[in-house]
Structure formats: C-alpha cells, structure tokens
C-alpha cells in the first residue's frame, strides 16, 4: 500500500530553534501533501496545502512566516517551524495523496516536537 | 462551525460483537468521505472509503454505510477485536478527491474488551 514516511519523529529542542521536519512518499507522486497538527485529545486541524512546485496554502490563523512549507519534488515536502517556542510543542503529521478521484490521503507517522 | 461531528467521543464493545461508530456532516457539497484509525503518537491509517453516489462499501470487516438525505454515515466493524482499540475519525472532502482539503471529526476512541 502507499506509504508515507515522516522525520523525525520525535524532537526536543530549546525555544529559538527552528526545526525542519520531512515527509516523503515512498512508493508513489504526490502532487499534494498537506500538513496537519493534532493538540492531546483533539483531531487533527489542517495547517496548510502544499502543491509541488507552488506555494503552499495556509489556513486561517497560521503564520505562513512561523510555519515555511516546501515542496520542491512529487515526493518531499519540508515543514520548518521557525524560531520555536513552548506554544509551538505539539504532533505534527504530514498527508499525502497523489490527487486521483477517490484517491485517499495517506499520512505519515507523525511528529512531536517538544520545546524547552 | 464544525462541519463534520462524532458525537461520541468513546465506545466501548466486547469482543466478537458489533462496533458502530457514526459521523454527521453539514456541508452538502462533502461527496467523498473516509475513516480513519489512529494509534497514539502516530499518524492516522487509511481504513475505507465512500463516494456519494453509493450508499454502501465493505471491505472485510468494515463496512462504511452513506445516508446522504439525513447527512450521517458510519463505520460498522463486525466482528470487533481488541486490536481495533484505536481512535477513529470520519473525514470528508468535496470534489471526490481527497487531494483536496479533508475536515475532520472529533474522534470517537473504541476499546474493545476480551
């Protein structure tokens, strides 16, 4: 089946630091991927959109300058959070699905990022 | 406004019997819905799926039932195992393409008991 790999998994860094997180799809082109972050016992809220080789779409209330998407191939898309801070501590998970009708979103591991 | 609801955060089934966990949707341009499981500190997995334009799909054990009419679907997982003990979400999008934006229920967290 298609998979989707994230890294890291797991990070713990002081506030200030900017973390880069990676999702791949392994086995197939993903056109779109989508990043998604999921507080304790809450769904997963959608960040942004991410379309290879354009920009990406960010929902209303993230900062686009906080939060720089990437997506330079069919098969990576990088998440940095810049210049992290405690608020910013939670489970990032990546989606990616290669837009056919009826095709689902195949999402990745997850990351948890905690900051000191 | 939340566009998509699971109304029971939690459900719990003995094993061997029956698990029904619904979902209910606003939005009348939603046509492609999906059900999710998800294990703590991972990522969601891909259980099934269902375009508008059918009523049912099944697939093993899981079977996903579509009443467009009363917005409403549900997952029915026959017969449940202590390994379905995951959260669940329902999840829709329109166009009948996931690659657009999905929107995602609150979860409903079954435990299946031996």
């Known amino acids: 089946g298609a998979v989707v790999s994230q890294h890291p998994s797991w990070v713990i860094c002081k506030s200030g630091t900017s973390v880069k997180i990676e999702c791949r799809s392994l086995?197939?082109?993903?056109?779109?991927m989508f990043w998604y972050r999921q507080f304790p016992k809450q769904s997963l809220m959608l960040m942004a959109t991410?379309?290879?080789?354009?920009?990406?779409?960010?929902e209303q209330g993230v900062e686009k300058d906080k939060f720089l998407i990437n997506h330079a191939s069919l098969t990576l898309s990088t998440l940095t959070v810049t210049s992290a801070h405690p608020e910013d501590s939670s489970f990032y998970i990546c989606?990616?699905?290669?837009?056919?009708?009826?095709?689902?979103?195949?999402f990745g591991d997850g990351t948890r990022l905690s900051i000191l | 406004d939340q566009q998509v609801k699971q109304n029971s955060p939690s459900l719990s089934v003995q094993e061997g019997r029956i698990s029904i966990l619904n979902c209910d949707y606003t939005?009348?341009?939603?046509?492609?819905f999906l059900w999710y499981k998800k294990y703590p500190a991972e990522g969601p997995t891909f259980l099934i799926s269902?375009?508008?334009?059918?009523d049912k799909n099944e697939d093993g054990r899981f079977t996903v039932f579509l009443n467009k009419s009363a917005k409403h679907l549900s997952l029915h997982i026959v017969p449940s195992q202590p390994g379905d003990s995951a959260v669940y979400f329902c999840?829709?999008?329109?166009?009948?393409?996931?690659?657009?934006?999905?929107?995602f229920g609150g979860g409903t967290r079954l435990m299946v008991k031996p």
């Open positions: 989606s990616a699905t290669n837009n056919g009708v009826n095709q689902p979103q195949h």
């Open positions: 086995d197939f082109q993903a056109t779109t």
């Open positions: 991410s379309n290879e080789g354009s920009k990406a779409t960010y």
């Open positions: 939005n009348s341009m939603f046509d492609y």
């Open positions: 269902i375009s508008s334009i059918k």
């Open positions: 999840a829709a999008s329109v166009n009948n393409n996931a690659g657009n934006m999905l929107t």
